[in-house]
């Protein structure tokens, strides 16, 4: 009997929790206290400040005693921490675990979508623990619809994680993407990694699709390993890219190419796409283009290191790969074209929750620390379009923060260290 009642007792309080998370609006005030403060903007960390949050929002941020902290405001001493924006990913695949765990091709083909859905979850916790209060989750590889869902179950507060931007199932041109055909007997129809589309008519038609359904941004394929000798090829005309591209404008949505290859980026860029992922083998005169037309570049760099460990015998410290070394160029040519380059990992590829390896990655190849902070916050938030809302440490935007033990603004490494996690005014991790 006893037990019984301890059962419904904890269901009740379960239920409360739930339902309190879900009602949104914490209604509780903080005033956060670490070392120094970096706001996001150009400016250094500022030491001696604190930073006052009130309902999920930053109310105030300066020198502590320029506040007017209200009583019974929760006071929470960060020693030898610096307090930063929550951080950005712009390139994650929270439906796929590392390769070295299972390839590719078997977790789009042999897990179950009830299964991935599980995995996502346990992923968007990791990733908001680590500091990243936002994603921009580039399409579910095979799981569907799944990442409407996942997002919907943050948003209500049923699982923790951070902020999405979703791509749901991703467009590719028929046959072109995985798992590849020629990998397999012509007579079976495979389930595919995203969805297949060839013409204008069913170009336009998936967009319209996937945004009824719920994406935020439109992800397509602009070129793949589709060569006859495996080398990366463009896979849609420009016809097809350019109905992708107006679908998805008219109704508000950016577009996301993937793209590796400099034919592949520069039909994309042509065709008037958002922002392009992974750009290796970019040319200057490429780079210097989208800088001209405002798009965007996410390296993804750290995928590239994870695949050249799983697949090429490539050890950390050793000397770069050929393919290490093509992503490296790539993006060197990147910064010095003066492009907005944004933290985009491809996490997934590599464990969720260590996504603090693309700035490193940043930072190692010619980025300053805190140009790479911005990269992951303010510059990442501008090309999400929601600089008005998260990215920076400024009265009115939304209270997603981050204390690191010592100055990520100094040392980037310090990004591993996080000691306090809030989200919308929400504690999650704290010292
Ligand atoms: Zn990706």
Partial sequence: MSRLLATVCAGVLL????????????????LLRPDKVWTGDDAPAHPGWAVLVRDGVIVAAGEERTLSVPAGARRIDLPGTTLTPGLIDLHSHLFLHPYNEAAWNDQVLKEPEAYRTVLAARHARDTLMAGFTTLRDLGTEGAGYA?????????????????LFIATRAIVASSSYGPAPRGFRPDIELPQGAQEVTGREEAMRAVREQAGRGAD????????????????????????????????????????????????????????????????????????????????????????????????????????????????????RALAAGVTIGCGSDVGVFRHGDNWREPTWLVKLGMTPAQALRACTSVAAGILRQQDRIGRITPGLRADLVAFTGDPSERIEALQQPVLVMKDGVLLRQP
Wanted: aromatic share 8%; charged share 20%.
């Fill in 15 to 30: 239920l409360g929790a739930v339902f309190s998370a879900h009602a949104g609006a914490p209604v509780s005030t903080f």
């Fill in 217 to 332: 941004w439109i992800k397509l394929y602009a070129d793949y390993r589709i060569g006859s000798e495996g080398s990366a090829q463009p896979t849609f005309t420009a016809g097809e890219l350019q109905a992708i591209v107006e679908a998805a404008h008219l109704s508000g949505r950016p577009v996301a190419a993937h793209a590796a290859s400099d034919k592949g980026m520069r039909m994309a860029i042509e065709a008037g796409v958002d922002s392009i992922e992974h750009g290796y083998a970019g040319s200057e005169a490429t780079f210097r283009r989208m800088r001209d037309r405002g798009v965007a570049y996410l390296p993804t760099l750290t995928a590239v290191e994870a695949t050249e460990q799983y697949f090429n015998h490539y050890q950390p410290g050793q000397p770069p790969t050929p393919k290490m070394q093509e992503a490296e160029q790539g993006f060197r």
């Fill in 147 to 163: 990442d409407v869902s996942i997002k919907r179950a943050i948003d209500e507060g049923l699982i923790p994680g951070p902020r």
